[in-house]
């Protein structure tokens, strides 16, 4: 059993960089590490990806999350049925054949799912990321397979340090209201940060947890800046000698 | 084991429902009526199951049309099973409703809630299973409703699948918040999810109802398909064979690891025993020094270790917090940006009304 990894669309790195002036630093930069070799299976080139993956339960909006990040819609999403069952790429180059991945993984947790063998193909494929961004919602409170799925596919804390947990839905969480307004209420902010304590104490992350809302942008910059810092001390992404 | 809170309740249904400006025919009230009627002899008992957090108590209390059962916007706040009669029209017929610890929190909690489920089903007339309508993290709710509530299902018991917080379903900001009903697009995607409920329960599509407890949507037409599930007279379904294979091989695997580990112990002990016999022979003395050094260092080194996870765990509230208040501060720069700009765009205009102002002299 592998993991196919299916390209979306191939951009330059500026692209994020115009969004999020943070990514710029990875211009020309070149990827080096074991496992970050690709062969195109169409043309046989080789090239070399630091890949950032979204991964989490089904319906906690990995798509949505790549989507509103790149600005467009590039990845199929869906309100009630599970789209993603390959791992959905975007590219973007950073020097010839060295790029930055945005890597929409194919969601846990939906009926009929047989955790532990699709567990251990994923940590496999977890070992050749640069960045794992997990994914958590803040509208629900159900964690038995996330406990399950952190303790499996990342067993220690060498594979735990490069986990960046991520609450999205900030906007769904209680007293919620249908204004427009893209930033929480302070009702709704005092929730989130005893949704983020809650959290810490039941998955014990490594490093603090971001709370966003893909759907309404909220916060979506402090993810895109803490991303781009991971990458940049993965040892993955080499910035040329200026 | 039960708390019961049958005093507090009483609020007559339809009389709540319109109120909340739930619109009710006669002819609908009638037929519900007749149903109740029809069950003679006994209060029915209704078992509401479902993950954490999906909004049990919350559908309970919308019912009752009164707050009878604690609820929480992040904790999990039902801990032991709740009752409460609702009492569907004045004098007659009466559904204890049964206010289940839902499933899903941790793997411990799981295996309790097994145990409790196992000992409850037998004395329910009718289960019904509770859905948060957009999520689709469905494989703790499968797993528990193939192991324990499927066979009582085959069996004959009455069921019912409950898709709650429908108004939350995307686009959330569809929903008309003052006739209490989904956009057209919502009512698409809630029907689309009813289908895929259906398809993994391997039920009927009308034995999925769509609900909004905070929005009273759907209260009525659950109401309705629970009087007309229950059965009219009592009948007792209890399964008397729920040890399936399944059961049988989990027990005998539970075993083999139980031998597997007490042999390890006793070869364990064995070694250990060996070791003391070779130590007491070599330099007792220095190696016990020498171990307690050893302890001394570790104790040391652990309680370093526990301050720094208590600094680390600091940082990290620290630095959430941070998140939070930067966000309103970046908000704020933003609209702050967007008033510079508009003062900018002015400015051609300004230099206009200064040149009519000049033509005067």
Redesign the interface.
């Known amino acids: 059993m592998t993991i196919a990894k299916v390209c979306h669309r191939i951009g330059h790195i500026s692209e994020l960089g115009a969004r999020y002036p943070a990514f710029m630093q990875f211009e020309h930069a070149s990827v080096r590490g074991p496992g970050l070799r690709w062969v195109n299976s169409d043309t046989g080139a080789a090239s070399n990806h630091a890949q950032v993956a979204f991964f989490g ?4 909006g990995k798509s949505s999350t790549v989507n509103a990040l790149f600005g467009g819609d590039i990845l199929q999403t869906s ?4 789209c993603t069952r390959q791992c959905d790429t975007l590219d973007f180059e950073l020097a010839p054949d060295n790029y930055l991945a945005l890597a929409d993984f194919p ?7 047989q ?1 532990q063998s699709y567990l251990r193909m994923y940590a496999q494929f977890f070992l050749a990321s640069t960045v794992v961004v997990y994914l958590l919602r803040a ?7 996330d ?2 799925a952190y303790k499996t596919v990342f067993p220690t804390s060498r594979e735990r340090s490069k986990v960046l947990f991520a609450l999205n839905c900030c906007d ?5 209201s ?1 204004s ?1 307004a ?2 929480p209420s302070p009702e709704q ?1 005092h ?8 959290v ?1 104490d ?1 998955l014990k ?1 490594a ?5 966003y809302s893909a759907a309404t942008g ?2 979506l ?2 993810l895109a800046q803490q991303i781009a810092h991971f990458v940049a001390r993965s040892g993955h992404v080499h910035r040329p000698a200026p | 084991m039960h708390t019961s809170l049958a005093d507090k309740t009483n609020a007559e249904f339809f009389k709540r429902l319109a109120q909340a400006g739930v619109a009710i025919t006669p002819e609908h009230k009638a037929s519900i009526e007749r149903a109740i009627n029809h069950i003679t002899g006994y209060v029915p008992k209704v078992g509401v199951f479902g993950k954490t957090g999906v909004g049990k108590s919350s559908l309970c209390n919308a019912l009752f049309g009164q707050d009878v059962f604690a609820i929480s916007d992040i904790q999990a706040c039902t801990r032991n099973p709740q009752e409460l009669v609702l009492s569907i029209s004045d004098g007659h017929g009466g559904i204890k409703l049964i206010d289940v610890p839902g499933v899903g929190e941790n793997s411990q909690r799981d295996q309790e809630y097994d145990e409790l489920y196992k000992r409850l089903l037998p004395e329910l007339d009718l289960m019904f299973w509770v859905f948060k309508a957009d999520d689709r993290a469905n494989a703790s709710d499968q797993d528990f409703y193939n192991r324990l509530i499927s066979p009582y299902i085959q069996a004959g018991k009455p069921f019912l699948a409950v898709l709650n917080q429908v108004d939350k379903i995307e686009p959330f900001r569809e929903w008309n918040e003052e006739q209490h009903t989904p956009g057209l697009r919502q009512l698409q995607n809630i029907k689309d999810k009813c289908s895929a409920v259906a398809h993994f329960l391997r039920l009927p599509l009308n034995q999925v109802i769509p609900v909004s407890a905070h929005e009273h949507y759907g209260l009525l037409e659950l109401v309705d398909a629970i009087v007309h599930a229950l059965p009219h007279e009592q009948k007792a379904i209890v399964l008397h064979t729920i040890e399936t294979a399944e059961d049988i091989r989990k027990k005998a695997a539970l075993e083999i690891e139980r031998a597997a580990v007490k042999a390890a112990e006793e070869a364990a002990q064995k070694l250990a025993l060996a070791q003391k016999e070779a130590h007491l022979n070599a330099q007792a003395e220095a190696l016990k020094e020498h171990e307690k050094r050893i302890q001394e260092l570790q104790r040391q080194a652990e309680e370093a270790q526990r301050q720094a996870e208590i600094m680390r765990r600091r940082a990290q509230e620290e630095s959430e917090r941070s998140y939070i208040s930067s966000s309103s501060r970046r908000e704020a720069q933003r609209s702050l940006g967007s008033r510079i700009l508009d003062a900018v765009e002015r400015i051609p205009v300004l230099g206009s009304v200064v040149g009519f102002f000049r033509s005067f002299f």
């Open positions: 339960k089904s319906g906690y309100a009630v049925t599970a969601g846990i947790g939906e009926s009929g799912y955790d509208d629900l409170r159900d964690f038995t397979i406990l399950n769904k969480i209680e007293p919620t249908r427009a893209s930033a902010l929730n989130i940060k005893l949704k983020l304590a809650t810490r039941i992350p490093h603090a947890i971001v709370p909220w916060n910059d402090l």
